[in-house]
């Protein structure tokens, strides 16, 4: 029964030490220790990961705008996330009169319970995952569904009109953007021949970002919607909806919310580089720290993005997700599987031409669709304000 | 197009990331304001100080309030009264400058200090007591004789001679601050030295 | 069973981080469409008009600071021009080459927080916001220098402005108008060719320009329609007649206009001030009146060009030394009277950035 | 545009409706306002087509109502004033179906003064709260004594 945590040295060395307390015969009680101290040991890894992240975005977006951040409590402003919560903790619990009560408190546990579940198929270094599942990629997707739901439990019960708003947005938004990130999954699904995660990871020869270049940028997209990150962000847009489907919270559940959000961008930090970047096959001591400063860098480009684009409009982003992403990650489904069909190994060489292949595709369908979608809207560019010239009296 | 406008955004958002933040720690650091600035705390000069109440008629909030009494002092010329009251309440006052700028003796200042919190509205009033013991750092708005001297109130202290027009002087012909013996001495002989 | 639907009505405001002070919307939405609007304005109404009445002319002034905050220069500068015609006063040469400086840089200032906030409610993270409050520093740091004071400054008086500039000012300002077209460019790169940006106001709530007369409409809002009305060139007050400068027009009074406009105006102000510095020449700022100002009896009404449109203090005297109706022709108020034109139809974003490019400040609505 | 200019144009077209001018401003009857207004927003040669202010001077025994004109393309401002009387209800009609721009200024002049524009199309008070009592810009206006006394630095 340990066999599957033996692989990994650190789960093993648990099992071990619980074995080593309740003996041999009651292994399946071992086990079940030693499977929740791992759980307990990823989940509060991964929600400090959530809370230190939290600080860093709001560092980096300080300096981006020439600006210090927070940097008043403890070193560099490092306990700032964790005086957030107690002060998070310390307020009074607010729930609006009218608002559906268990709907109301049900929705900040369904919006972090996906992105915890999500952490089991996901293989940080060289054999630390919780599950190989050999449907890890429709997990994925399951669970990430759950989080559209919870926005709109949490608009719906506060019977307020701007999270009403909120909810209705992300749920359109949410959906709509569901699709182009399956197609560009069924793509690296094929592209890997698995729909395991530690299979895809083991496949990249080269990293899947240089083989489907298209489904990348799809895929670097459509989660950024689905994280209602900028230029996305419509959901909680804070100049129009105030805080969106978020308005009506406040002491920990705000936080709760809060640290979903956040933690959710290095869960699709980590997918990213599962699916695009290569994991970790690298030196394997090192694997895990490789994985890291590469979910890193993917958070860092959403930060940068975030501080840069305003937000589009809902019907932009509808239009975005229908009739650029959705034809685009066909497009990018159907050359995958043809050239999956011929050229079915996968070595090196193979993978090579596939994505010189793949990215003359993405720069013809690219350009293809933005004109399409230019032409549609009738979007020119032309600074228009002119100056007139008078004669000085 | 094709995101070359957002492209050049994101150079100029990546070009600030490594450029020195503007923003001051304040309690650690602060800036220097300039001479100018019309602070808080006001400096008041008690001997230049006729108690003619100018600066409470333009007041346009009127907060200034002023209580004199006649005083021994300068019979002869008939006009030195003693301060007896003089409140600026501080939490309604917009330091707009306009007492300074109406009083015709120079005896009033705008201040140069900016923390002046207090815990309770009632200690936002300057009482007269406390502008006679402040120290005085005067800004030099509407004061340009100050700036002639290139008077740094954030390094120097004012002494009432220097602070105005022209240096104090009751009378014309007799300079002011006598000491105590001379003064009596003057008023005996009826004649100023 | 079937089903029904109605339209809801949302305030947005008077507390919403979009409506740039106390502002309140009664949004009438068919699901992100709007139906109706209609402003509601009031609630940082301080009875300036009736305080004015109240006050010497000269303590007025103070309360002209308080109007539109972010340009109080221009706010003494329309009262004190008021008063100034109302006893037929001028100021001597370089108190009014004083004024235009100030006023110039004011208008940089107004319309570098027109801009940051227009971006801020486009859905920019606060970015352009913090780049244009960054160089609004560097101009308030100016106004300290000259005044004593950043926002509410009580800078000019009738007759002209208060004291001369100080001798630090000048190297100063020198500086300032090296680096400000840098930092603009950079700005400018930032938004003006944005895709999103395009893509979020051209076209969006545009304003023709017999609509935009109609409202009654001034100021860059006015001349984003392609209306060349500018007070400066119009009815020439201060130096204005002596520096050369464009007038920035629109050509279509969209959103994107509305900012375009604004940023070359801040370009235009520097070329002024630019000018300004060359032509200055030493001498008195502040003509000879008596403390207490008393003109005779009679009415004076000069516009000026602040920069959200034409200000001006309608002032009535009756011979004492308080106004005795002092009436403030407030643009941003007026401005808001084709919220409907503007903002029916769109979608509620579209709302806000049009709220956003209108550039009113609640401070000179509600007075 | 010299007030007794506007006399004569406006007389020539709308006989008896133009009483007196000085340098800047002409006083018309309060009654024909509109009619005034529309003749110098349309007639070729007078194009005041921005209205620039709206507003109410209070003299105790009559209002003057001011409209302040600009004529964009000519480059000119006139000054039109209707004087009304009365204190309860002292009515003209309104202009705001000639310009958009003024119902905002109209109601501000109702609000603070108590000058009733007829055929206004939303005439209620804009700057103070509903159920305000009175005007407060007219010269007989009385500040209700505050509920509490003003504390001392407060």
């Known amino acids: 029964m340990g066999d599957l945590l033996r692989e990994n040295t650190l789960y093993g060395n648990i099992y071990d030490w619980a074995i080593g307390i309740v003996g041999e015969d009651l292994a399946w009680l071992a086990y079940t220790v030693a499977v929740m101290a791992i759980i307990l040991l990823v989940v509060n890894a991964f929600l400090a990961m959530g809370t230190l992240y939290t600080w860093a975005e709001r560092r980096i977006i300080g300096r981006f705008q020439s600006r210090v951040g927070p940097n008043r409590v403890g070193p560099f402003g490092l306990l700032q996330a964790i005086a957030d919560a107690v002060k998070l903790l310390f307020k009074e619990d607010i729930v609006p009169r009218a608002a559906d009560r268990i709907v109301f408190n049900l929705a900040p546990i369904a919006m972090l319970a996906p992105s915890v579940m999500a952490l089991a198929v996901i293989p940080f270094g060289q054999t630390s995952y919780l599950a190989n599942l050999n449907i890890g990629l429709l997990y994925l997707i399951a669970t990430s569904g759950i989080a559209s739901l919870a926005v709109m439990m949490a608009g719906y019960a506060s019977s307020n009109r701007y999270a009403m708003f909120g909810a209705m947005r992300a749920v359109a938004m949410l959906i709509s953007y569901e699709i182009p990130l399956v197609m560009v999954l069924l793509a690296v699904a094929l592209l890997a021949g698995s729909m395991s995660l530690v299979d895809v990871m083991t496949s990249q020869a080269i990293p899947f970002l240089l083989v489907t270049p298209l489904g990348a940028i799809i895929f670097f997209l459509a989660i950024s919607a689905e994280l209602n990150r900028s230029p996305f962000d419509i959901t909680e847009a804070e100049s129009e909806l105030i805080a969106g489907y978020l308005t009506e919270y406040s002491g920990m559940k705000f936080g709760v919310f809060y640290l979903a959000e956040f933690a959710n961008v290095l869960l699709a930090g980590a997918i990213f580089s599962t699916l695009f970047l290569g994991g970790w096959p690298w030196w394997t001591p090192l694997s895990h720290v490789w994985f890291l400063v590469k979910v890193m860098a993917f958070a860092f480009i959403a930060i940068w993005v975030r501080s840069t684009i305003p937000r589009f409009r809902i019907d932009q982003i509808m239009v975005i997700a229908w009739k650029v992403l959705f034809p685009l990650s066909l497009v990018n489904v159907a050359a995958i599987a043809i050239e999956v069909v011929a050229w079915p190994e996968r070595t090196l060489p193979q993978l090579v031409i596939m994505g010189i292949i793949n990215w003359g595709i993405t720069a013809v369908a690219t350009v293809a669709v933005t004109r399409a979608w230019r032409a549609s809207n009738g979007l020119r560019v032309s600074p228009s304000a002119r100056a007139v010239r008078l004669e000085v009296g | ?193 | 069973m079937t089903l029904h639907t109605q339209p809801v009505v949302v305030n947005i405001g008077p507390h919403h981080p979009s409506t740039h002070g106390v502002f309140r919307m009664r949004l009438t939405f068919d699901g992100e469409n709007i139906v109706d609007v209609e402003p509601v304005v009031g609630y940082l109404h301080r009875g300036t008009e009736k305080l004015a009445e109240e006050r010497h002319y000269t303590q007025v002034i103070t309360l002209t600071d308080r109007l539109d905050y972010v340009a109080s220069m221009t706010n003494n500068e329309a009262y004190v021009l008021s008063c100034e015609r109302l006893v037929g006063l001028e100021a001597p040469e370089r108190g009014k080459y004083l004024r235009v400086i100030a006023a110039e840089l004011q208008r940089i200032v107004s319309h570098l927080i027109g801009t940051g906030f227009f971006l801020q409610d486009l859905g920019a993270f606060a970015t352009p916001l913090m780049y244009c409050m960054r160089e609004r520093e560097r101009i308030l740091d100016l106004f300290e220098m000259l005044c004593g004071a950043r926002i509410t400054v009580s800078y000019m008086r009738i007759g002209g402005v208060f004291q001369d500039a100080p001798d630090e000012f000048w190297p100063a300002l020198r500086k300032l108008l090296d680096e400000l077209p840098r930092y603009i460019d950079e700005l400018e790169g930032l938004i003006t060719t944005n895709e999103i940006v395009l893509a979020r106001t051209k076209g969006v709530s545009p304003v023709t320009p017999e609509q935009a007369i109609n409202g009654s409409w001034t100021g860059p809002v006015l001349r984003s329609t392609g209306v060349d009305w500018d007070l400066r060139k119009a009815a020439p007050y201060d130096a204005y007649d002596k520096v050369a400068f464009d007038v920035v027009v629109g050509e279509n009074g969209d959103n994107y206009d509305r900012y375009l406009v604004r940023i070359r105006e801040i370009r235009e102000s520097i070329r002024i001030v630019e000018q300004c510095v060359k032509q200055i020449e030493p001498g008195p700022v502040r003509a000879t009146t008596a403390m207490l100002f008393k003109p005779p009896p009679g009415e004076a009404y000069v516009p000026v060009e602040a920069p959200k449109g034409e200000l001006g203090f309608y002032l009535v005297s009756d011979g004492s030394i308080k106004p005795y109706r002092c009436h403030i022709r407030a643009p941003s108020f007026i401005n808001l009277s084709l919220l409907r034109e503007m903002m029916v139809g769109w979608k509620m974003s579209d709302a806000i950035v049009s709220l956003g490019s209108l550039d009113f400040n609640m401070g000179e609505v509600d007075r | 545009m010299p007030g007794g200019q506007l006399v004569t144009s406006i007389n020539q077209r709308l006989p008896e409706t133009a009483l007196m001018a000085d340098a800047e401003a002409v006083w018309v009857r309060p009654d024909a306002i509109r009619e005034v207004c529309a003749l110098l927003k349309e007639t070729q040669g007078l194009e005041f087509n921005l209205l620039s202010s709206v507003t109410a001077v209070d003299y105790v025994e009559h209002f003057d109502v001011v409209y302040r004109l600009t004529s964009i393309p000519r480059n000119a401002t006139a000054v039109v004033k209707a004087r009304v009387f009365g204190r309860e209800r002292p009515t003209l009609p309104s202009v705001s179906v000639l310009w958009k721009g003024a119902e905002l200024q109209e109601r501000e002049a109702y609000d603070l003064l108590g000058v009733v524009f007829s055929g206004h199309p939303n005439l209620k008070r804009i700057l103070t709260w509903e159920g305000f009592k009175g005007h407060p810009l007219r010269r007989d206006y009385l500040e209700p004594p505050l509920p509490y006394s003003w504390p001392h630095g407060g």
């Open chain 2, 1 to 193: 197009m094709y995101g070359s406008g957002m492209m050049k955004g994101f150079g100029v958002t990546i070009r600030n990331l490594f450029r020195k933040p503007v923003t001051v720690q304040y309690p650690e650091e602060k800036v220097r304001q300039s001479s100018r600035f019309r602070g808080q705390e006001f400096s008041w000069f008690e001997d230049r100080c006729t108690g003619c109440a100018s600066c409470a008629k333009y007041c346009p909030l009127g907060i200034i309030r002023i209580v004199t009494s006649p005083s021994d002092r300068h019979k002869q010329d008939g006009a030195d009264f003693n301060i007896d009251v003089f409140d600026i309440d501080q939490a309604r006052c917009m330091y707009c400058g306009l007492c300074v700028e109406a009083c015709p003796y120079d005896a009033l200042h705008m201040g140069t200090n900016f923390e002046g919190a207090q815990l309770r509205r009632q200690d936002l009033v300057i009482t007269v007591d406390v502008l006679r013991k402040r120290a005085k750092h005067p800004s030099t708005w509407y004061r340009p004789q100050l700036e002639r001297q290139d008077f740094d109130p954030y390094k120097q202290e004012a002494d009432m001679q220097t602070v105005a027009r022209e240096p104090y002087y009751w009378h014309p012909k007799r300079p002011a601050m006598l000491p105590e013996s001379a003064r009596k001495e003057a008023t005996a002989d009826g004649e100023y030295k």
